[in-house]
């Protein structure tokens, strides 16, 4: 654990605290011990904003080892929605840019490979990923995968063999990176003079007016608005000319950036004005925690009146929201996965066990709590195919809903 010096975006020692969550267990670590998930250390979930570029980010890092460890459950492939959102993007990206044969891609943070896939008959075609499982699924597939942290060095390293890029992604890598600065000029190196660079990332706007403060996690160690990206970015050698609001991940922004300067967009203006002025009401922090506690004090009536209870899903941003609440095993009985990587295993800090979706279906309990609230309606219709109509289901980001 380490509390951070200076600035990950552009290396400033101006930090200023914004703001905590309390003690918090890394939420993306997944026992097959309750004890071991009850007894996971817990490190300080901060935020802080550098005054020179505006970038928020953790005040407190977590050893990178423990962040992607060898079984990092997370498979981006599981989840239909994204794979057509991706689907999309890549036509998109190949009308906008002219990407076809003898065009060649470079993808951080590639999972296994999914995105990857859309661009195949392009003539280069690399990701580079650090997690060792979703990477190796990615190269039996015949997606050719380097396993390893994109950085700089990293980037001199891909060069050598597969010469500059024209176009390179980064589908909700930027935030999982503390090493922000070196993966930045490690694009600025592959990149060629004219290729582009694209990035999804959560949109901090999003996040913090909508009160979702569960997507605060240890490793996201940044919260880009477009004002700090832009900052960020430029002090890194590119420049975003043009971007988009997209309603994935509960709000995120597609960035195009490149090594000229070029002429912003006016879809680009308009973004950054409307940013500029929902950040000018009010101290937006300030109140980003005050929602906070208020979604936390009003889950706990709901569980005292009316619990035990039992969950849907087990992402990394329900855990955060279990742990902020402080609520065990003991006041949520299981929850139900998608993801066989999960199932018989608990979840950190709290211990609650996760079963199958079949186990959520046919047990008694009707009050359930959906983690994933950003695709509450895919799951509730799930339920409804069952014909099972005496569930009842809870949100609790931003304020607590039971529909
Ligand atoms: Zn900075």
Redesign the pocket.
Known sequence: MRLIMN??????K?IDALGTLGKLPNCNRFELSQQEALDLPKYELDLVK?S????VQVGTHLPVIEVFSDNYPYFSSYSKSWLDHCKLAAKSYKEMFNIGMGSSILEIGSNDGYFLKYFNECSVVLGVEPTKGPAEVAIKDGVKTKIDFFNDDVAVEIIKDEGQFDLILSNNMLAHTPDLMSVLSGVRRALNDAGKFIVEVQYAADMFLGGKFDTVYHEHFCYYTLN?AI??FE?NGLYISDAEHLITHGGSIRLYASKQKIAKTDRLKNLIEKEFEQFSIGNVYTEFFIKAEASKNNFLKYINDNGPIVCYGAPTKGNVFLNYCGVTYKDIKFTSDMSPLKHNRYCPGSGIPIYSVDKIIYDKYSDILILPWNIKTEIIKQFNEYKIGTKKFITTIPELLVV
């Open positions: 600035c990950i975006g552009c290396g400033s101006n550098c020179t570029c505006n970038l700090s900052s960020v002090k």
